[in-house]
């Protein structure tokens, strides 16, 4: 069983940067893929960044201001996101992938609240 635990959200005001932090309960490197996912009501889940077989994607309209890494020896998927706008107020979700012999599991993080606001 793999666990993702999210951390650092909370309340920005806009303009203001938040980085967030997801901690998995096994290595990195067991993992095909990782990345953020964020959510608002009534919308569907939406991809934020991914990191897979050395590739990293954007959504839209992140636009250069948000930027996905990882601490292999921590076990640790950052999100560092700066210019941060009352439309990025979300739940943030960390994800990641993995096979279990020929199957491709997916997991998420139990979320974080982000919210952008004066």
């Known amino acids: 069983q793999v666990q993702l635990v999210e951390s650092g959200g909370g309340l920005v005001q806009p303009g203001g940067s938040l980085r967030l932090s997801c901690t998995a309960s096994?290595?990195?490197?067991?993992?095909?893929?990782v990345g953020w996912y964020r959510q608002v009501p009534g919308k569907q889940r939406e991809l934020v960044a991914s990191?897979?077989?050395?590739?990293?994607n954007y959504g839209d309209f992140v636009k250069g201001r948000f930027t996905i890494s990882t601490d292999n020896a921590e076990n640790t998927i950052y999100l560092q996101m700066h210019s941060l706008q009352p439309d990025d107020t979300a739940v943030y979700y960390c994800?990641?992938?993995?096979?279990?012999?020929?199957?491709?599991?997916?997991?998420w993080g139990q979320g974080t609240q982000v919210t952008v606001s004066s």
């Open positions: 994800h990641a992938k993995r096979y279990i012999s020929v199957q491709l599991r997916d997991y």
């Open positions: 096994r290595s990195i490197f067991d993992f095909v893929g």
């Open positions: 990191s897979s077989d050395g590739m990293i």
